[in-house]
C-alpha cells in the first residue's frame, strides 16, 4: 500500500475535526487580515484541505483555497474556487493581498530547504503590501495532544484507528493511521510533522523576503514565546532600499 493515499483521509477527516470551530477560527483570521484595510482582498489560503474554513471566509474575501491532494478539496463547496497545487511551488501569476494556512500545515514541511522553499514561492505571490500569515505547532502542543491522537472510531462504513507518537530526539511528531473498509480491505497512512523550534523559525524567515511583523499565541493577540502551544505569525514583505 502507498504511504499516503489522502482518499482515504479525506473521506474521514470531517468526522476527526468536527470539535473544531471553523466558524470562530474565520473569525479570527478576518480579523488579523482587516489590517489590509480592504474591504475584499484578493485572498489565497494554502493548505485549506477539505475547504472547511474557505467556506466561511469566501464572502468576505476574493479567495482562491488550494491544497495539494485533490481529493480533499474535491470535499469542498461548489462556490468555492479550488486550485490543486503544491504550496512550496504556486503556479500563480498573478500577485494577491493576502496569503494564509492554518491548522499547522507548515509543520509538514520537514527540512529548513523545503520552509525557505515556500517562503520563496510565498513571497513571488504576494504583493509588496500584503500580508503573509501561517500558524505552527510547538513542542509543548505535540507534548501535550499526544496521548489525545490517540483513538479509533467508524465512520462512513471506514473504521479507523490513530495512534500518536512525539520524538523530542528528532522532534517529528508521528501520526499513524489505519483504515478498514467494510469489504475488509485496509490502508496505512504515516504522517510525520516536524516540531521546529519556536526560534527556528525567526531564523528561516530573516533567510527570506519576510520579516515577523507580529507573532501571536495562537486565536489570541497575545506576543507567543518559547513556551507557547501554537504560534500565529503575521508576517510582510521587507522593503528594499
Keep these: 500500500m502507498p504511504a499516503k493515499t489522502y482518499s482515504t483521509i479525506a473521506e474521514i477527516y470531517p468526522h476527526m475535526m468536527r470539535s473544531i470551530d471553523y466558524r470562530q477560527w474565520a473569525d479570527y483570521i478576518l480579523e488579523l ?111 501535550k495532544f499526544e496521548r489525545y491522537l490517540n483513538r479509533r472510531g467508524k465512520v462512513n462504513g471506514i473504521t479507523y484507528q490513530q495512534r500518536s507518537l512525539y520524538n523530542p530526539s528528532s522532534r517529528i511528531h508521528y501520526n499513524h493511521f489505519r483504515l478498514t473498509f467494510d469489504d475488509g480491505r485496509t490502508v496505512e497512512e504515516m504522517h510525520k510533522q516536524k516540531i521546529y523550534r519556536f526560534e527556528e523559525y525567526f531564523d528561516f524567515i530573516d533567510k527570506s523576503d519576510f520579516y515577523v511583523h507580529k507573532c501571536y499565541k495562537a486565536f489570541t493577540f497575545k506576543n507567543a514565546d518559547p513556551e507557547t502551544e501554537r504560534a500565529q505569525f503575521i508576517l510582510k514583505k521587507k522593503k528594499i532600499c
Excluded at 55 to 75: E, G, T, V
Design 33 to 143: 487580515s482587516g489590517e489590509l484595510e480592504i474591504k475584499k482582498p484578493f485572498a489565497l489560503e494554502l493548505a485549506a484541505g477539505t475547504c472547511s474554513l474557505s467556506k466561511f471566509l469566501w464572502k468576505k474575501m476574493n479567495l482562491i483555497s488550494s491544497d495539494y491532494s485533490h481529493p480533499m478539496l474535491r470535499k469542498g463547496e461548489e462556490t468555492l474556487q479550488r486550485v490543486c497545487c503544491d504550496m512550496t511551488l504556486l503556479p500563480f501569476k498573478n500577485k494577491f493581498d493576502f496569503i494564509f494556512s492554518t491548522f499547522d500545515s507548515v509543520n509538514y514541511l520537514a527540512t529548513k530547504e523545503k520552509f525557505l522553499k515556500y517562503l520563496r514561492t510565498a513571497s513571488g505571490c504576494l504583493k509588496d503590501d500584503g500580508l503573509f500569515l501561517f500558524d505552527v505547532s510547538l513542542e509543548n502542543n505535540s507534548k
